[in-house]
């Protein structure tokens, strides 16, 4: 029997990547963290019951009720579009719109997948830092009461926002009044919620669902997971919605217990609150480095997101030495604004390591 010889870059022990390779570019690139690996491997002996019939899928359910109040409800997905898709979706009716924020990534980073598989329209809000303000709400909410428009049934929010901000407390409490006084839920896309809640010295319920919001987008991935998101909802007709959404939406696993294990590892202690205070940590050092390599930051760092002006030539040259992205490429004459994410892995090395490219390339002009 003849077999067959592989090159070396397909060997299951040759990882076809630099492992030394560090960036700024997103807390997606990250690896896991060790005790989120741990997890799995540990939730890998044995057969158990598949679909989220598991102790793994039942233990996190618990341990997210613990966060968001008992009378939640949560289920388990793959991806962030999903886990919009399928909160989303549980809130309105099909022909109903959703208001977002101009930098949403429901409405710019998720290829209309709320609008093809829920069938809702997206609707943009004007935001200063990404944050939405509570007249805006009002005013959208009033001017789509029309047969002509698609009426409001949600409202989405970014925590922390895409911009690297984060909405204080009584800016949230304001616009979940609003939307709730003219008949439309609030829903939280938390792809980075650990990161705002420990920015704001809150725990994850207190700054969702402990003032009303309806739906949650609980981010695992961005933290230290893989394919490791969940939805948490408010109310019975909510929870039935998200019962019925996930398998139809293509977002639920048959191995259930290997994303579980996951998010249980990281919010059934207090793993999300370290991973994501090391990632402002970093944030935060690296916005001072950034200044003192002499450019100039753009938006305030309160998470761990960080955004700086540069010459378009400088940008270009740094980002091929150390990976980050060009967010804006018309942000002022002679100048892009760029986008620089810590990961719970951020090391002091790296901070310093990017301040010297730019110190560098910006000394070449």
């Known amino acids: 029997m003849s077999t067959v010889s592989l090159p070396s870059s397909s060997r299951h022990d040759a990882p076809l990547h630099d492992p030394t390779a560090r960036g700024f570019a997103s807390d997606n690139a990250a690896g896991m963290h060790p005790e989120v690996l741990q997890a799995l491997v540990a939730a890998n002996g044995g057969h158990v019951p598949s679909y989220g019939g598991d102790a793994y899928t039942s233990a996190l359910s618990e341990a997210l009720r613990a966060h968001f109040g008992a009378g939640t409800s949560s289920a388990v997905v793959l991806t962030g579009t999903g886990a919009n ?6 809130l309105t009716s099909r022909w109903e ?5 101009d930098q949403a990534h429901v409405l ?3 290829a209309g997948g709320l609008e093809h598989v829920g069938g809702v329209k997206v609707t943009a809000l004007p935001t200063v830092d990404g944050l939405v303000d509570p007249a805006d709400v009002e005013r959208a909410v009033r001017d789509a009461d029309s047969p002509m428009r698609a009426p409001v049934g ?5 925590q ?4 690297g901000t984060t909405y204080p407390l009584d800016q949230l409490r304001d616009l979940v009044r609003v939307a709730h006084g003219l008949g439309v839920r609030v829903h939280v896309d938390g792809a980075r919620l650990s990161n705002a809640a420990v920015s704001l010295g809150c725990e994850l319920g207190e700054v969702t669902t402990a003032l009303g919001v309806d739906a949650v987008s609980v981010g695992g ?3 230290g997971g893989a394919l490791a998101e969940a ?3 408010r109310g019975e007709g909510p929870a039935e919605a998200l019962r019925r959404l996930v398998k139809p939406s293509m977002q639920q696993s048959s191995k259930t217990r290997f994303v579980s294990a996951q998010l249980l590892a990281l919010f059934g202690g207090d793993l999300w609150r370290r991973t994501a205070s090391a990632a402002n940590g970093a944030a935060s050092a690296l916005a001072t480095a950034v200044r003192s390599a002499g450019a100039t930051t753009t938006r305030p760092v309160q998470a761990n997101a960080v955004f700086a002006a540069l010459p378009p030539a400088v940008a270009q040259r740094a980002a091929a030495r150390v990976p980050f992205h060009v967010w804006d490429e018309r942000w002022a004459p002679g100048l892009v604004e760029v986008r620089l994410v810590a990961s719970f892995d951020t090391t002091t090395e790296d901070v310093q390591a990017l301040a010297a490219v730019l110190r560098e390339e910006l000394a070449r002009g």
């Open 97 to 101: 719109s959703v208001l977002a924020s």
């Open 231 to 233: 939805v948490v909802v």
């Open 160 to 163: 922390s926002t895409e911009l």
């Open 154 to 158: 949600a409202l989405t929010l970014t």
């Open 85 to 90: 898709v399928v909160a989303l979706q549980a």
């Open 221 to 223: 991935t961005k933290n």
């Open 108 to 110: 710019h980073d998720e």
